[in-house]
């Protein structure tokens, strides 16, 4: 049972555009998000993280957008860089939790 | 670099062989959680240990089994290897088994190739 979902498993856009990558989430125990990036050959980074008691945070040109009705977040990538071309993961966990529960993941690839 | 460190970083080996992935932390971290890889999937929780002692349990095969050390350092053993064991396998450290905060960071990952 896959618990956490990203449905879209490539994502194609254009140098200084906005990239939007999606997640979503069947348990309602998750309160705490994060994203990853990863290279090949490259363990997963640290993104940016969101608690379920915001519904954003900015870090920079990357912003995450939680919707807990809908049980879905989002990573807003602005403006796009070819660097930022990687497999994007999102993860969640409960507070007070231990473990990390990853979705399959996204391929962003930013074209110059 | 996250500060974890794995090894090796490449693993060929037989079904029916063991094998043993090594993890050191980040400094200072106390905790340590193996992830399992598989192709195009995400990754999935094997196990965790913090300062020495199993905190956390995923899905981890009886096959397999891990331990951390009083240096923090962890080792995940891998017995009797099958064919469907191949995958990149991730070491992971945070300095609290618990917390609001649970960003986890990982090391550059273990491919394991069994033949």
Redesign the interface.
Known sequence: DQQ?K?NSPSLSVQEGRISILNCDYTNSMFD?F?W?KKYP??????LI?I?SIKDKNEDGRFTVFLNKSAKHLSLHIVPSQPGDSAVY?C?A?V???????????TILRVKS | D?G?T?TPKHLITATGQRVTLRCSPRSGDL?V?W?QQSL??????LI?YYNGEE??K?NILERFSAQQFPDLHSELNLSSLELGDSALY?C?SSPR?????????????TRLTVL
């Open positions: 956490v990203q705490y994060l990853y050959a490259e363990g997963p980074t640290f993280s608690s993961f993860a966990s507070e007070y939790g231990n473990k990390l529960v990853f979705g399959a993941g | 996250s974890v794995q905790s959680y992830y195009d999937q995400g990754l999935q929780f965790q905190r956390a995923g991730f992971a088994p618990l917390g609001r905060y649970n960003e986890q960071f990982f090391g550059p990952g």
